[in-house]
């Protein structure tokens, strides 16, 4: 289906793509994916309006790109996707500030953080991962109605195979707080609602993907312990004999192809690994999407439990 794989780099799988005329809203777009998901995208002549919670590191992202590309179209908006204050002010300011959006690439993520609460109360991983981010599509769902050929990209993980929502308890009040099973949860999330979008605005031509990007380093490990680290790469490594580091330019690839490939027109709600869609697995350690991820009627319990919780509701 893709002639792009593994390997492919950035770079490589928007070659042929023009995104002149294109505006695209990346978040986390001050560090590793998402920085390069940035650079490519304005490389390729989009406007791209990158999202951080803090402005001197999103001011060295946009220095660092415009090293090579001096007339990149780059603006920035300050948003913590761990305050929905914070949320509403930053996107009620970009509905001011810009016309439309036609790619929303919900990329911002924390990974095995200690038992943290945002500032609304919710766990860190699943406050930060998830419902934050769908709070903020919400609010910028007029914008990206704006747009045309609209696509949303959420970041997951093959960490997803750590861990399902737990509907009864996802702030972990109750069971003991576990950090994988935590970003596992985050991650799961991330592709129900994937398929929750998909099953409400396929209609009007806005569709919605799920990415895991592959194994790179990034900022992401920052929370772990060397124990912690050491204990991830034997589970990595026993589970998958030939694992590799990405670089971050093959890394940010398959969000690039899933926001722009011709052959995903119209075919969202999928989950994409390697610049291909994956196979529903429930047993492989080392590729596929989890049939629990995408099961329609969790996203949909999912969806009503993220609009209680954060208050957000999408227009309909
Ligand atoms: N790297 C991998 O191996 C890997 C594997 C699977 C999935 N992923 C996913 O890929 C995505 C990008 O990760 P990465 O590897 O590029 O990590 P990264 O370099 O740590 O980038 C994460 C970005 O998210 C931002 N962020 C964190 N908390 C935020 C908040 N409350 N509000 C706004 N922004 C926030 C960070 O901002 P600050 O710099 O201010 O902290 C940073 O810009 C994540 O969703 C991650 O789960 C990565």
């Avoid at 016309?99 to 690439?105: A, F, G, N």
């Avoid at 750590?162 to 799961?188: E, I």
């Avoid at 075919?267 to 049939?291: F, I, L, N, P, Q």
Wanted: charged share 20%.
């Amino acid at each position: 289906m893709s002639e792009f794989g593994w390997a492919s780099t950035t770079d490589e799988v928007l070659a042929e793509i023009d995104l002149s005329g294109r505006t695209v809203f990346i978040t986390g777009a001050n560090s590793g994916l998402g920085q390069e998901t940035a650079r490519a995208m304005a490389a390729r002549g989009a406007h791209v309006i990158m999202a951080g919670r803090d402005q001197e590191k999103l001011d060295a992202s946009v220095a660092a790109i415009r090293t090579d590309q001096p007339q990149a179209a780059l603006d920035t908006i300050t948003l913590d996707l761990g305050s929905l204050e914070s949320i509403r002010a930053a996107t009620s300011r970009a509905r001011q500030r810009f016309d439309k959006i036609d790619l929303l690439i919900n990329n911002a993520g924390v990974m095995a953080t200690p038992f943290l609460h945002t500032a609304d109360g919710f766990e860190m991983q699943f406050g930060t991962n998830h419902l934050g981010h769908f709070a903020m599509t919400a609010e910028l769902m007029p914008l990206i109605e704006r747009g045309s050929a609209q696509r949303i990209v959420n970041l997951s993980s093959r960490g997803h195979f750590m861990g399902q929502v737990d509907f009864a308890d996802p702030h972990f009040a109750r069971r003991p707080y576990d950090p994988w099973a935590a970003y596992g949860q985050s991650k799961t999330a991330n592709v129900l609602f994937t398929v929750g979008l998909e099953a409400r605005y396929a209609v009007l031509g806005i569709h919605a993907y799920a990415v895991h990007p592959g194994g790179i380093e990034t900022n992401l490990g920052r929370h772990m312990t060397p124990e912690m680290r050491e204990g991830l790469m034997k589970r990595v490594t026993s589970s998958d004999g030939g694992f590799q580091w990405k670089t971050i330019p093959q890394g940010a690839a398959t969000t690039c192809w899933a926001a722009t490939a011709p052959e995903l027109e119209g075919k969202g709600g999928v989950y994409c690994e390697d610049c291909h869609v994956a196979s529903v697995d429930d047993e492989s350690s080392t590729a596929g999407v989890r049939s629990y991820a995408l099961n329609p009627s969790h996203a949909d319990q999912l969806w009503k439990l993220s609009e209680d919780q954060t208050g957000a509701k999408f227009p309909s």
